[in-house]
Nanobody, 127 residues
């Protein structure tokens, strides 16, 4: 059984930083692309960033480009989301997810392309 566990969320002031972590177990982590999504009450889950299984390609939503950085450490089965210059509109529950394709060549922003999800971690940015 694959399991993803996020950590690192919390309360931060605007323009501050947080680093989220997501640790995987149960399926070969290094074989799959990973993504971060976020969701606020009443809204659909929104794509944030994705990283290829090899770690050499990344993809960001326009709303976070230049402020957030996704990275991975395959030796630790962990993917990270470094969030800088945070804004109140970044407030959401953040989820990590694992792509359903092994050794895929493209990164997706579509949530249905990811078949394993973590439980989410709350990020709150105060103004």
């Amino acid at each position: 059984q694959v399991q993803l566990v996020e950590s690192g969320g919390g309360l931060v002031q605007a323009w501050g930083s947080l680093r989220l972590s997501c640790t995987a177990s149960g399926r070969t982590f290094s074989s799959f692309a990973m993504g971060w999504f976020r969701q606020t009450p009443g809204k659909e889950r929104e794509f944030v960033a994705a990283i290829k299984w090899s770690g050499d390609t990344t993809y960001y939503a326009d709303s976070v480009k230049g402020r957030f950085t996704i990275s991975r450490d395959n030796a630790k089965n962990t993917v990270y989301l470094q969030m800088n210059s945070l804004k109140p509109e970044d407030t959401a529950v953040y989820y990590c997810a694992q792509d359903h394709v092994m050794y895929g060549n493209r990164l997706s922003s579509v949530s249905t392309e990811y078949d394993v999800w973590g439980q989410g971690t709350q990020v709150t940015v105060s103004s």
